[in-house]
């Protein structure tokens, strides 16, 4: 499956940005789909991840509250609602498949986004 995440920008802090990962290629509704981001000089991270389904979601502590992924299977994309966004935030954003298993960790995610990067300003 290939994927292109697209919609970050420049944002104020406390600003809201909606990131979409836009899936072709093979069955968008067999992956789980998980978003990743990597701020400069730091190790790629865990932000939010969705089941096949759709019916479940999970989400590192640190965007908590501020953000929700969903899935909208008939147009096989996948998004990321930014709310309340804080400097912290910045990084390049990523999206990923994973066929088999539903997880936070990223080598077991099989394909990945080119990256979209969220810049928020203090």
């Known amino acids: 499956v290939q994927l292109q995440a697209f919609g970050g920008g420049l944002v104020q802090s406390g600003g809201s940005l909606r990131l979409s990962c836009a899936a072709s290629?093979?069955?968008?509704?067999?992956?789980?789909i998980g978003w990743f981001r990597q701020a400069p000089g730091k190790e790629r991270e865990f932000v939010a991840r969705?089941?096949?389904?759709?019916?479940?979601?999970s989400y590192a502590d640190s965007v908590k509250g501020r953000f929700t992924i969903s899935r909208d299977d008939a147009k096989n994309t996948v998004y990321l609602q930014m709310h309340s966004l804080k400097p912290e935030d910045t990084a390049v954003y990523y999206c990923?498949?994973?066929?088999?298993?539903?997880?936070?960790?990223?080598?077991?995610?099989?394909?990945w986004g080119q990256g979209t990067v969220v810049t928020v300003s203090s």
């Open positions: 969705i089941s096949r389904s759709g019916g479940s979601t």
């Open positions: 990923a498949a994973a066929l088999n298993g539903w997880t936070v960790l990223a080598v077991r995610y099989d394909y």
């Open positions: 290629g093979r069955t968008f509704s067999n992956y789980a």
